[in-house]
């Protein structure tokens, strides 16, 4: 199983950044997917999540009209547009998947261990 994101890199604040993940091992179609990322000094936070046919969509109130999450089944990769970025979105991007979806976007704090398939991060940074 292996989860790869890239797309990360540093930009300015109001900047774009497009994340992409590509997974192989697994059934990516049956799965629900997500973005979590990681703050320096901070716990997880979720950031958004798709379901398995890419209809359902969530967002964390943070980033809510301004990052868009997508899905590929055929290709087997998920995405997260990432517009008019703030200093506050700098952190480590996990692409995750397998978890129980109405606990994760409940808005509790999440864990690692809330994912069974979890990525390697892309570092994400905004500033001028």
């Known amino acids: 199983v292996q989860l790869v994101e890239s797309g990360g890199g540093l930009v300015q604040p109001g900047g774009s950044l497009r994340l992409s993940c590509a997974t192989s091992g697994f059934n990516f179609r049956n799965y629900d997917m997500a973005w979590v990322r990681q703050a320096p000094g901070k716990g997880p936070e979720w950031v958004s999540a798709i379901n398995s046919g890419g209809v359902i969509k969530k967002y964390a109130d943070s980033v809510k009209g301004r990052f868009t999450i997508s899905r590929d089944n055929a290709k087997s990769i998920v995405t997260l547009q990432m517009d008019m970025m703030k200093p506050e979105d700098t952190g480590v991007y996990y692409c995750?998947?397998?978890?129980?979806?109405?606990?994760?976007?409940?808005?509790?704090?999440?864990?690692?261990?809330?994912?069974?398939?979890w990525g390697h991060g892309t570092q994400v940074t905004v500033s001028s």
């Open positions: 995750a998947g397998d978890f129980h979806w109405y606990e994760v976007i409940s808005g509790r704090p999440v864990q690692r261990t809330d994912f069974d398939l």
